[in-house]
């Protein structure tokens, strides 16, 4: 089993900047690929940014790219996800999620391939 617990959310006016950490303990032997999800009212939940393993492949949406950007520290065992140009539309909570693989270099993109969800922070970006 794997715990993943969300921080870093808050508010913020539309151009500013927030960075989400997700620290995962637990069955953490090896580094999952790891991804950003959220979900705004009444909508989906929708892909943000995904991150292999390793560390060296990551993959976004096309409404975040070049304003967000997914990193981890494999030594802390948490990934981040660096907000900025934050925008009104950016406004939804934020989940982290972990896919149990042995494959290091694959991200995902779906949040059906994923195993473990945190409970989510919320951002909320005012005009």
């Known amino acids: 089993q794997v715990l993943l617990v969300e921080s870093g959310g808050g508010l913020v006016q539309a151009g500013g900047s927030l960075r989400l950490s997700c620290a995962a303990s637990?069955?953490?032997?090896?580094?999952?690929?790891m991804g950003w999800f959220r979900q705004a009212p009444g909508k989906e939940r929708a892909f943000v940014a995904a991150?292999?393993?390793?560390?060296?492949?990551?993959y976004y949406s096309d409404s975040v790219k070049s304003r967000f950007t997914i990193s981890r520290d494999n030594a802390k065992n948490t990934v981040y996800l660096q907000m900025n140009s934050l925008k009104p539309e950016d406004t939804a909570v934020y989940y982290c999620?972990?896919?149990?693989?042995?494959?290091?270099?694959?991200?995902?993109?779906?949040?059906?391939?994923?195993?473990?969800w945190g409970q989510g922070t919320q951002v909320t970006v005012s005009s």
């Open positions: 999620a972990a896919k149990e693989t042995t494959y290091s270099r694959v991200y995902y993109a779906l949040a059906r391939d994923y195993d473990y």
């Open positions: 637990g069955r953490t032997a090896r580094p999952y690929p």
């Open positions: 991150i292999s393993g390793s560390g060296e492949n990551t």
